[in-house]
């Protein structure tokens, strides 16, 4: 999953552009670019889109209505029969609101006749206070996680800040630590830490640099709002020519000297780190 591309799910006009957007992953949103007023629109254009993309050749995740919100099982109602590739579930708060949403998907695959287990969980995991505090309980929550995003606007909603992000771009403390504990969890999870969404569509510069510096850190994707966001996004989560032949460099060393824990390569020690590392370049170049 390098680019995630949110799409307002009452959109015809967006839908249809989404499919030339070259994301890996279209996020069709039923939640925050949803009016109150639009929501069973956009559950039934949703649902009309999933089912127009039967043969997909990409992937289409809903982003669902928070637990707490009354409208989640509606929107899952609506739509798991439409056989979605995974539900992006905003406002979660922890390994119990994965739980939960795995029982509801339980259920309505059983009766849509759609594979059991099939459609996979990507929370926002740190858009309310309380979900700072939740992190740690991911890891073992559901065989359906399959990574963590971090949000940072409601974030900066639920404690009354009126910044979240400096001039410079940089993210002030409490929000740097969101992005931080959000790397950790979905490491110690095992599933992929995507970046957030860089809300000023028309700075290419300034998204250029907050994903290079994402993805120098370990998140492996980043959220988009705007096809023009996806082809950038692409290009620096995929692993570039200099990386992979250095990476094949690093496993060809540690295979010829297979008794060795530690070897020397181009003048540099070499240790476990860095064949976890290598190894890890190359299922992502592999993957994209
Ligand atoms: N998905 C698909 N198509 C999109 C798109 C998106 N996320 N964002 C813009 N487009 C389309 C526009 O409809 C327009 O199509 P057209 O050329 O056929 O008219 C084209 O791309 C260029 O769009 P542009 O004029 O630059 O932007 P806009 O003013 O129409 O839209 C937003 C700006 C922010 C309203 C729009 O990008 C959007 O809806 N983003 C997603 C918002 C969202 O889902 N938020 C929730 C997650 S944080
Ligand atoms: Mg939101």
């Known amino acids: 999953m390098r680019s995630l591309l949110f799409v307002p799910g009452d959109s015809e006009k967006k839908l249809a552009k989404s499919l030339g957007s070259g994301a890996d992953i279209l996020i069709l949103d039923l939640e925050d670019s949803i ?9 039934r254009i949703t649902r009309g889109f999933l089912d127009a993309q039967a043969e997909r050749r990409r992937q289409l995740f809903v982003r669902v209505n928070p637990l707490a919100s009354g409208l989640v099982l509606a929107d899952l109602a609506a739509i798991v029969g439409g056989r979605p590739d995974g539900i992006v579930l905003p406002k979660a708060e922890g390994g ?11 259920a309505l695959e059983a009766r849509e ?7 996979r969980i990507l929370p926002i995991a740190s ?30 909603a639920a404690v009354g800040a009126t910044e979240n992000r400096r001039p410079d771009g940089s993210y002030p403390p409490p929000f740097e630590l969101a992005r931080s504990l959000c790397l950790f969890a979905a490491a110690a999870a095992g599933v992929e ?3 957030t ?39 620096i989560f995929t692993p570039d020519a200099a990386a992979i032949a250095h990476a094949k460099r690093v496993v060809a060393a ?8 530690v ?3 181009e003048g540099k020690m070499l240790d476990r780190p860095h064949l976890v590392a290598a190894e890890r370049v190359l299922r992502r170049a592999g993957a994209s």
């Open 254 to 261: 540690f295979a010829a000297a297979p008794e060795a824990g």
């Open 193 to 195: 830490a995507i970046d």
């Open 263 to 265: 070897v020397g390569l």
């Open 35 to 43: 009016a109150p007023g639009r929501k069973d629109a956009a559950r």
């Open 113 to 119: 006749g759609v594979a059991a287990g099939s459609i």
């Open 127 to 156: 858009e309310t206070a309380a979900a700072v505090f939740a992190f740690e309980s991911y890891a073992g929550s559901s065989a359906r996680l399959c990574g963590l995003m971090w949000g940072c606007e409601d974030l900066a």
């Open 197 to 235: 969404v860089f809300p000023d569509f028309r700075d290419g510069d300034g998204l250029e640099r907050e994903a290079r510096a994402a993805e120098r850190i370990g998140f492996t994707g980043k959220a988009a709002i705007h096809p023009g966001q996806v082809e950038a996004i692409n290009r």
């Open 96 to 106: 119990e609101s994965v739980k939960t949403l795995a029982h509801y998907l339980s």
